[in-house]
């Protein structure tokens, strides 16, 4: 059996799907949701809210379909749109939280029982991270936004940006360590 995609042409496709075209639209979604997912899973810790987020998120990419410029590649529009309706999903659900003390606050025990593979221990520890903390991290490190875009979108000072992003190092350091997988742990070996 061949099997003949339908569609190869990725205007043709944003086209389609723009003018309502529910086959072209259900072909954008399939072939970009597990990706984005996977980009709102980075910041939504419960799966089930993370679909939900990700679902919304669709909602907006097709209601917007027309204002894509084909300037930069479609896949990272869609990307922004993710994560800015991540961030949205947390600030109406209030559990960002931009307090110094929260680090001091946090319990700084790991579970001991951690999943075999070292991504998802990662995973884990930025899941623990204070919402604060994870939203820069991810923002800065993952996303590549500088501070200047961070304190923008978040509505936060620089500064805060610099103080969230450095704590939440810290933490994800400290859980490394503990591990044995920070840089500085295998160093001494």
């Known amino acids: 059996m061949k099997i003949i995609s339908l569609y190869t042409d990725e205007k043709l496709l944003i086209k389609k799907a723009s003018a309502g075209n529910p086959q072209a639209q259900k072909f954008m ?32 990419v097709f209601q917007n379909l027309d204002s894509f410029q084909h300037k930069g590649s479609f896949e990272g529009w869609v990307r922004k749109i993710m994560v800015r309706e991540s ?11 931009y307090d110094d003390e929260v680090y001091e606050q946090k319990d700084k025990e790991l579970d001991n029982e951690t999943s075999l593979l070292d991504v998802e221990y990662v995973q884990q520890l930025i899941d623990k991270l204070p919402e604060g903390y994870k939203m820069v991290f991810l923002l800065n490190a993952i996303e590549g936004y ?37 840089p500085k742990a295998k160093s001494g070996d």
């Open 87 to 97: 961030i949205s999903y947390l600030r109406k659900r209030q559990f960002v939280v």
């Open 146 to 182: 500088k501070h200047h875009e961070i304190s923008e979108m978040l509505g936060i000072s620089v500064g805060t940006s610099k103080s969230q992003l450095f704590k939440a190092r810290k933490m994800l350091q400290d859980g490394l360590t503990l591990k044995g997988m920070s």
């Open 29 to 60: 979604y399939d072939k970009h949701a597990p990706k984005m997912l996977g980009i709102c899973r980075q910041y939504v810790k419960d799966l089930q809210f993370a679909e939900d987020t990700m679902i919304k998120g669709f909602v907006k």
